[in-house]
Nanobody, 111 residues
Framework: QVQLVESGGGLVQPGGSLRLSCAAS????????MGWYRQAPGKQRELVAG???????TYADSVKGRFTISRDNAKNTVYLQMNSLKAEDTAVYYC?????WGQGTQVTVSS
């Protein structure tokens, strides 16, 4: 079955960086669009970044220039490099493929 396993979250100070990973299995990774979403307390889940099978990327306006999504098809893994983190980036970050979601990884930006 499809599995999406996120890792790399944690506590970081404002201005810091984190790299999230999502290891995928159970489907043909290289032909699938992959997305990173986040959900902050009391807010709706929102798209942060997406990457097509061809490597084309899209970003939420709030993270453009700070976050970078990438994929390694040999490792069936999608990444989210997050730089210049802000308190408002605090959320649970989820990996998604079609109707499948990972369990999420907590990112907390605080001094």
């Amino acid at each position: 079955q499809v599995q999406l396993v996120e890792s790399g979250g944690g506590l970081v100070q404002p201005g810091g960086s984190l790299r999230l990973s999502c290891a995928a299995s159970g489907f043909i990774f290289r032909i699938n669009y992959m997305g990173w979403y986040r959900q902050a307390p009391g807010k709706q889940r929102e798209l942060v970044a997406g990457i097509t099978a061809a490597g084309n990327t899209t970003y939420a306006d709030s993270v453009k220039g700070r976050f970078t999504i990438s994929r390694d098809n040999a490792k069936n893994t999608v990444y989210l490099q997050m730089n210049s983190l802000k308190a408002e980036d605090t959320a649970v970050y989820y990996c998604r493929r079609a109707a499948d979601w990972g369990q999420g990884t907590q990112v907390t930006v605080s001094s």
